[in-house]
C-alpha cells in the first residue's frame, strides 16, 4: 500500500441515460501535493470531482482512502471524511451575508446559540489570511463575482479538510488574487493537504501543480509529473490532436457604423461612479474587444447596452436611432443580445430542457397567434445544435446535463434565434477548456464575417488580442486607450488597464 495516497478511484465509471460519463476512469491523490485535473468540456472532469465528493454515484468501481474502502455516498460522508470541494458555478447564498455563507451549515454556536460575532471575527480572519479587505456582515448578493468567489474559497478554508479539490477557482480572480490563492494552496500542501487543481488556464496549472492527468471522452489517457510536461503536451494530449498555432481575428470586414456609445456615465445609489463618460463605436462585420481588470467597469458597460440601468446618463444609438430608454425587451427587438458573465445565475434556466433555454428568448418567432409551433422550435434548436457543434445527448433533457463549454453555446444560440445585429459578449470563454474557445472564437469570427458587430468583453489579454480586430481599455469607468489589435501589446494594454 502506497501511505502517500490519501484517497483513490479504482476502476469508476458513471453511465447516464445516453452518456457514459466516466469510463473506468483510476486516479489517485497524493498526501501534500497538488493533482490537476485537465480535459475538454465534457471530458468528465466534473463528473469525476463529484464522485470524490460524494455528490455523484458511481455506477461501476470502488473508492478507498487511506487504503480502506469507502462508499461516498454523500456530501455528508465526504466531509465528514475531510473531503471538500470549491465548485465552479459559485454555491452561495446572495440573501446572506458573507460570514453566514462561510459558516452555512456549520455555524458556530456558544452555549447553544448561534454565535454571530464568532463567525463574523472568524471570517475576518479567513479574509486576511487571502488579503481580502472584504466586510463579513456584507451581503453576499451585493459583491462582485470576483469577490464572491473569494468567499467560496474562505468558505472551504474554514473546513479542516485533508483533501480539497478546486473546480475552476480563478475564474473571476485577478492577477494579483491568484497569486495570494496560489500561496494559500502551497500553505495546505505542505500541511499535508492534498489538493484536486482544474484549470482551463494551462500555464497556470503548470505552475501550482505536482502532476497532471487528463481526461478525454471519459477516459483517462495519460498522467505525468507536471515538471514534465508543458502547454503543447497537455493541448495534445487533451484534443487528441496536434497542437497548432490559435487562429486571429485577421483584419476586419468594417462596415457601417451599428452602434455608437456617447458619454455614458452611470453612478451606483451607493453614491460609487462606475461609468464615467464612456464613448465608443461598433461597425459592421467587426470585434471589438474591451479589456480591463476588475471593477473597471466592463460588464456595467454592456449591462447599460441593453437597458439594464435606467438611470445612466448619456446616448446609445443603433442604426443612428437613439435607444433612450427603451427596456431591455424592446432592445432584444431592436437587435441586440448579450452573452452575461455570470451564466448560471444570469444566462440559465437550470430546472428546463437544453431546448427550452436556447428558444427562450425567441419565443415569438416560434408562436402563430398564441400557440406555440414545437416543430418549429425543434428545427431551428437542431439547426443550432449542428451549427455551433453543441454536444448534448438530446433536446429534451435538462441543461445541466452539458459541459459548461456546451451551456455557453446553448447561450449563444438562444442569442442568435433572436436575429441581432449587435451581439455582446462578457467573458464569453471563463470556465471553458482550450477546444471549446477555440469553437467560441471561431464562432465569433464567423458572425462578423457574416456582417454581425460584436463587442467581447475579456479580462484575458491573450484573448482580447488573438480574437479582437480593435481593443478598447478601462480604467475606473473611462476608456483609457483604444488600439488596433495588429498595434496591442501585453505590456500598452496592462498599463492603460491600471
Request: hydrophobic fraction near 45%; proline fraction near 3%; include cysteine.
Amino acid at each position: 500500500m502506497n501511505t502517500d495516497v490519501v484517497l483513490e478511484a479504482r476502476e469508476v465509471s458513471v453511465q447516464y441515460p445516453g452518456t457514459l460519463a466516466l469510463d473506468s476512469v483510476s486516479f489517485r491523490l497524493h498526501r501534500g501535493k497538488v493533482s490537476a485535473l485537465i480535459g475538454e468540456n465534457g471530458a468528465g472532469k466534473s463528473t469525476l470531482v463529484g464522485v470524490l465528493a460524494g455528490i455523484v454515484r458511481p455506477t461501476r468501481g470502488r473508492l478507498r482512502m487511506d487504503g480502506v474502502e469507502v462508499s461516498l455516498d454523500s456530501v455528508r460522508r465526504a466531509d465528514a471524511l475531510g473531503i471538500g470541494i470549491i465548485h465552479q458555478e459559485l454555491n452561495l447564498c446572495p440573501n446572506l451575508s458573507v460570514a453566514e455563507n462561510i459558516f452555512l451549515a456549520r455555524e458556530l454556536t456558544r452555549h447553544g446559540v448561534l454565535d454571530k460575532r464568532g463567525q463574523q471575527e472568524r471570517a475576518r480572519r479567513l479574509l486576511a489570511r487571502l488579503e481580502q479587505p472584504i466586510d463579513p456582515t456584507a451581503l453576499v448578493g451585493d459583491l462582485p463575482l470576483g469577490q464572491q468567489q473569494i468567499v467560496e474559497i474562505a468558505k472551504a478554508l474554514a473546513r479542516n479538510v485533508r483533501v480539497l479539490m478546486m473546480d475552476e477557482p480563478t475564474s473571476a480572480l485577478s492577477a494579483g488574487e491568484i497569486a495570494v490563492l496560489f500561496r494559500i494552496i502551497r500553505d495546505l500542501a505542505a500541511h499535508g493537504v492534498a489538493v484536486v487543481y482544474i484549470s482551463h488556464r494551462l500555464e497556470e496549472l503548470l505552475e501550482i501543480s505536482d502532476y497532471v492527468s487528463v481526461l478525454r471522452d471519459g477516459r483517462m489517457v495519460a498522467e505525468a509529473a507536471a515538471a514534465d510536461v508543458d502547454a503543447r503536451w497537455l493541448v495534445e494530449k487533451m484534443t487528441g490532436r496536434p497542437a497548432g498555432s490559435e487562429e486571429t481575428a485577421g483584419a476586419a470586414r468594417s462596415g457601417p457604423e451599428l452602434l455608437r456609445v456617447e458619454g455614458l456615465s452611470l453612478t451606483l445609489p451607493s453614491g460609487r461612479p462606475v461609468l464615467q463618460g464612456v464613448s465608443l463605436s461598433l461597425h459592421a462585420g467587426e470585434i471589438l474587444g474591451v479589456y480591463g481588470l476588475m471593477g473597471a467597469g466592463r460588464t456595467e458597460l454592456l449591462e447599460c447596452l441593453m437597458g439594464l440601468h435606467p438611470e445612466v446618463a448619456g446616448s446609445v444609438f443603433l442604426d443612428s436611432r437613439r435607444l433612450g430608454r427603451l427596456h431591455t425587451s424592446a432592445r432584444i427587438a431592436a437587435g441586440m443580445a448579450i452573452v452575461p458573465e455570470a451564466r448560471q445565475v444570469d444566462g440559465l434556466v437550470p430546472s428546463i430542457s437544453v431546448l427550452a433555454n436556447m428558444t427562450l428568448s425567441g419565443l415569438a418567432k416560434f408562436s402563430r397567434g398564441a400557440w406555440l409551433s414545437p416543430a418549429a422550435e425543434r428545427t431551428a434548436a437542431a439547426q443550432m445544435v449542428n451549427g455551433l457543434r453543441i454536444k448534448t445527448a438530446g433536446l429534451g433533457l435538462e441543461i445541466g446535463s452539458l459541459s459548461g463549454g456546451n451551456q455557453q453555446k446553448v447561450i449563444i444560440a438562444r442569442c442568435l434565434l433572436t436575429g441581432p445585429r449587435v451581439l455582446l459578449l462578457d467573458e464569453p470563454t471563463r470556465g471553458v477548456d482550450v477546444g471549446a474557445k477555440r469553437e467560441i472564437h471561431s464562432i465569433i469570427r464567423r458572425l462578423a464575417e457574416e456582417g454581425m458587430g460584436v463587442i467581447l468583453v475579456s479580462s484575458e489579454l491573450e484573448e482580447v488580442r488573438a480574437a479582437a480586430h480593435r481593443i478598447v481599455v478601462m480604467s475606473r469607468g473611462r476608456v483609457t486607450a483604444e488600439f488596433a489589435a495588429s498595434q496591442a501589446t501585453d505590456s500598452a494594454l496592462a498599463e492603460a488597464a491600471s
